[in-house]
């Protein structure tokens, strides 16, 4: 049964789908004859949603159950433990089953990261499984139709499409679009997977959201994840928000967060918007779009006039900090009042709360990344750290909160256009590495790319398979952009979307072209996504239903870098297959099954996660995913609640002083008993307990001044000084060759710390009290970069054209990532006449990334039901439009969104702000007709990214999304 229902606001054929589920009428599950406190007390979401989402402790939440039919039945009930399938946090669920069926649900009262709470998502993942509204078979469009096939028949064909395309155009005319939903086994997989087709041209959501991070903070001092854990901001004095809404985007958090404020701890919270996070600060400073760097600089103006740095810390641990100041120097308090807005006593205020209250933390999202110099930006923040000597100590460190369940482990894992998993690049090295680990010929993989060359290093030409691919961010101008301008052989013909959401993309006219453009295009995802309904096709168009992580098991990596073992709760439903198994038939049809699975067991298609776990533990020595083997990580979860609540470190018991998910890098093999690496960097103890310096990442001097670090080691290091990288040439000058085994011996030889797969650099090292990555400062510059120290530079589409000459963006660019990249040509117009309003974007607490699955989820879509624009009273009352009317917003690019007003002093005068998290209607038109049957979300609205414009971030390809322009007019 099926109901329909008006939402208060939306259009004319815009309306919201209610459907039964499980014999329940909608009266007493989402009618209107009930009323929203009954609803969210019955659903379990007042304490599990509405509650934790502001904080509240364990003791307010209670179990969540499908059906209290199933709840007194007398039928023996299990419990599964698994983990969030939503943000970053990694929080502990406990399923209960009853024969084979999820009947309830409760967080897991023994994790040490959510403590028994979950926030609204967390509380109602059972219906991600369950879910009505998953796409239940393969499904071909035929005619405009969509028709249920076989998954014979879908691999065959969209196999038999596929190889013809490869031997026409090479293998780089297919796209494979990975997923931040992957285990950590499945993402080793696909890589791997890519890399036996032939092809760089690979990705996922982490180029869009965190790209600039890793970038910018890995070329700082070493490594670009976070460095400490949510749990350490509990000691935090002060905490330096930026582009961070964690009260919606990571609720669970909030309680570390707001412990550290009982503790006394001082919240700072730099957005445009006040948000609910900002609710909770001590102070709020209210930015322009797109003014990090001013704002940063700004504050350490200040921090450098007073003489607030840490001159010991940057003495010993840090370099270019000179050139640093030179730059703070031209941001005078006028200067940076002129740019940002800010008046000065707000940034001095800010300057000196960081600088009296050590150690202090800082935080950024998705608010920093997504802009033309995201690099900039987050290079900027571990500046200010660096100065105050934050970087490496407990309740200090650059806390970035990533945004899916496993962004980290997927990035980790090398599910990217420019490198392979852990990180190691693309050069012939690093091939030959994975080589070695896959135990395949070198030369056979290198047979399996297109052998033609398209880019050149200097004067030397290089091959296909040394070349970064097109990120994700650009794929549209792969099928769009002149062949004739695109580093590669041939236009993207082939598409497949792996796990991923389209609306969570810029551009969103461009891209409905390139999708209609392209010969084949492939969705596999528990959901139709977006991709189902926004191209207008007839044919050439295949949905395959992968099942959900809770109906498959493997490892996830949380923010903090720790690693968690999820149990799969129930069998795939309907005829969903896991992802790896989807892979494993694709790799049959191509022909490399037997390569992609040499040494990992396989049962009726599925390879077997524990093996593939092993198998990336054996080649992953530069990050340190090698300690944590699968029966590692399962006892972890077995004794998870040994764990202290903000040490992360066991206290007693099988685990004594290992730290919870043992954090990368858990340095050497399983054997050597690392405990992970909690707080990166942190010199006051050992490296065997979990201590580290910075890594010798960039050579060891520099135009004759030192790069290594002085006077600085790490607690027991017998080398009391800088040095560089192991090897095995190292450890035969230092006398320590002979501490390893013959064995290792004849692996180390000629070797390095990352390429030697015994682990015997790593372990001769550490026994010795040393980092196996060397010890050297952070560097404030980076010379390598478009940029070698952060600079400001106005957005593309800006609205203060009076900067522009003074803070010019980049040239247009004939290459990167093997395309042409546009940066003066569009400044250089004038938009902000036409389009007077910033526009910028983020999330909401209901609903994650693309929104597919929470719109899906009944108990989510009752929370939030409208597509809308937060618009500043003034500019509503200049454009004549009241809260609650429906309004358009255009984008200068010609995209357009018909949405809700929502009028409000959130957001200053001069800028709107938009959710992500909507699809499902385009430019007015809903496109219910356009889904399978019975699989349309409950809620669908516009996506903002269809009003989004052009921008690219000038070392890793993030697209802009946090400062464009738009108008908005009353519809």
């Known amino acids: 049964m099926k109901l329909k229902r008006k939402i208060p606001g939306q259009s004319a054929g815009q309306v919201t789908e209610l459907s039964t589920a499980g014999g329940r009428t909608s009266t007493g599950l989402l009618g209107s004859s009930i009323n929203r406190r009954t609803f969210l007390k019955n659903s379990g979401l007042t304490a599990g949603g509405a509650a934790l989402a502001i904080g509240a402790g364990p003791s307010m939440l209670k179990k969540a159950r499908a059906a209290d039919t199933y709840a007194k039945a007398d039928i023996a009930t299990t419990e599964v433990h698994s983990i969030c399938t939503h943000c970053s946090v990694g929080c502990g669920v406990i399923a209960e089953i009853q024969n084979g069926v999820w009947t309830g649900q409760e967080p897991d009262y023994d994790s040490p990261i959510n403590m028994g709470a979950h926030c609204a998502k967390g509380a109602s993942v059972r219906e991600h499984g369950h879910g009505e509204r998953r796409l239940k078979y393969p499904m071909k469009l035929v005619g405009g139709k969509w028709t249920r096939v076989s998954w014979d028949q879908a691999i065959n064909e969209i196999g038999d499409q596929m190889l013809k395309i490869r031997e026409e155009s090479s293998p780089d005319s297919v796209y494979w679009l990975g997923s931040a939903k992957y285990s950590n086994e499945q993402a080793y997989l696909y890589r791997k997977f890519a890399a036996m087709w032939g092809t760089n041209n690979i990705d996922h959501q982490a180029r869009i959201c965190h790209s600039t991070t890793v970038a910018g903070v890995a070329n700082t001092w070493g490594y670009g994840a976070m460095t400490n854990s949510y749990n350490d901001m509990q000691k935090s004095k002060a905490m330096f928000f930026i582009g961070s809404n964690a009260a919606e985007a990571h609720p669970v958090a909030m309680q570390h967060i707001l412990k550290a404020k009982e503790n006394g701890s001082k919240l700072i919270v730099v957005d445009p918007r006040f948000t609910r996070t900002a609710a909770h600060s001590d102070q709020f400073i209210q930015m322009r779009p797109g003014t990090d760097v001013p704002v940063i600089w700004g504050i350490l103006w200040h921090i450098f006039e007073n003489g607030w740095e840490d001159k010991e810390y940057i003495r010993q641990r840090v370099y270019g900090m000179e050139e640093i100041r030179e730059e703070v120097a031209k941001w005078t308090p006028a200067e940076t009042e002129r740019v940002t807005g800010i ?12 600088a009296e209250n050590r150690p202090g933390t800082i935080v950024w999202c998705m608010g920093g990344t997504q802009h033309t110099i995201g690099n900039n930006n987050t290079r900027a923040y571990c500046v200010l750290q660096l100065a105050l000597g934050n970087i490496g100590v407990s309740g200090g460190g650059a806390n970035i909160f990533r945004g899916h369940d496993n962004v980290q482990g997927a990035t980790d894992l090398g599910v990217l256009a420019d490198t392979l998993p852990g990180y190691y690049g693309l050069a012939e090295g690093s091939w030959k590495h994975w080589a070695k680990v896959w135990d395949l010929d070198y030369e056979w993989i290198k047979g399996r790319f297109d052998q033609g060359s398209y880019e050149k290093s200097g004067d030397e030409d290089v091959q296909a398979m040394y070349t970064a691919g097109m990120p994700v961010s650009r794929w549209i101008d792969g099928v769009m952009e002149d062949k004739e301008n695109i580093a590669q052989k041939d236009n993207i013909r082939a598409m497949v979307l792996w796990g991923h959401a389209p609306n969570s993309q810029t551009r969103g006219p461009e891209m409905k072209a390139a999708m209609e453009k392209l010969e084949l295009l492939v969705v596999v995802d528990p959901y139709p996504t977006h991709t189902a309904v926004l191209p207008d096709r007839q044919d050439g168009m295949y949905l395959l239903p992968a099942a959900t992580q809770f109906e498959t098991y493997g490892s996830v990596t949380a923010s903090n870098r720790s690693l968690q073992w999820r149990d799969k709760i129930i069998e795939p439903l309907f005829e969903s297959l896991p992802d790896h198994t989807i892979m494993y038939k694709f790799a049959a049809k191509f022909g490399f099954a037997e390569e992609l699975t040499k040494h990992i067991e396989v049962k009726d298609d599925e390879p077997l996660i524990e093996d593939i776990t092993r198998e990336f533990n054996r080649g992953m020595w530069t990050i340190g995913y090698t300690g944590q083997s ?71 001097e520099r135009d004759g001044v030192n790069l290594l670090a002085e006077d600085s080691w790490s607690a027991g290091a017998e080398i009391e000084d800088g040095y560089p990288e192991f090897t095995a040439d190292m450890l035969k000058t230092l006398g320590w060759w002979d501490d390893l085994t013959a064995d290792e011996k004849a692996a180390a030889e000629g070797k390095n710390w990352k390429t030697d797969v015994s682990g015997g650099i790593q372990r001769v090292a550490i026994e010795h009290g040393c980092a196996p990555f060397g010890n050297a400062k952070a560097r404030a510059v980076v010379w390598t970069f478009p940029d070698a120290v952060p600079i400001h530079r106005e957005p593309l589409y800006t609205a203060r054209r009076d900067l522009v000459d003074d803070y010019p963006t980049y040239e247009d660019v004939k290459s990167h990532f093997r395309l042409p990249t546009r940066y003066g040509s569009i400044q250089a117009v004038d938009y902000s006449k036409d389009f007077p309003l910033i526009h910028t974007s983020g999330r909401l607490v209901e609903y994650e990334g693309g929104g597919e699955e929470t719109r899906s989820n009944p108990w989510l879509a009752e929370l939030q039901q409208d597509m809308f624009v937060e618009i500043n009273q003034a500019d509503a009352n200049d454009i004549e439009i009241k809260d609650g009317q429906m309004v358009w917003l255009e984008g200068p690019e010609g995209g357009k969104i018909h949405i809700m007003a929502m009028v409000t002093d959130r957001v200053a005068r001069g800028v709107v702000f938009t959710p992500f998290h909507f699809g499902g209607v385009y430019e007015g038109k809903d496109l219910l007709d356009k889904y399978p049957e019975g699989s349309a979300p409950y809620v669908r609205g516009e996506s903002n990214n269809t009003a989004m414009t052009y921008g690219y971030d000038s070392v890793t390809q993030m697209q802009e999304t946090k400062c464009s322009l738009c108008k908005i007019t009353a519809a």
Not at 343 to 354: G, N
Not at 658 to 681: K, R, S
């Open 630 to 700: 699968p029966e590692r990580m399962k006892a972890h979860k077995e004794h998870r609640g040994t764990f202290d609540e903000v040490t992360l470190q066991a206290k007693g018991g099988p685990l004594d002083g290992e730290f919870y998910g043992m954090p990368w890098p858990c340095w050497g093999t399983a054997e050597m008993g690392h405990p992970g690496t909690p707080n990166l960097y942190d010199t006051s103890i050992p490296v065997a307990e979990g201590g580290l310096n910075f890594r010798a990442r960039f050579g060891v």
């Open 343 to 354: 008046p000065e006593a707000q940034l001095k205020q800010a300057a000196q709360t960081m």
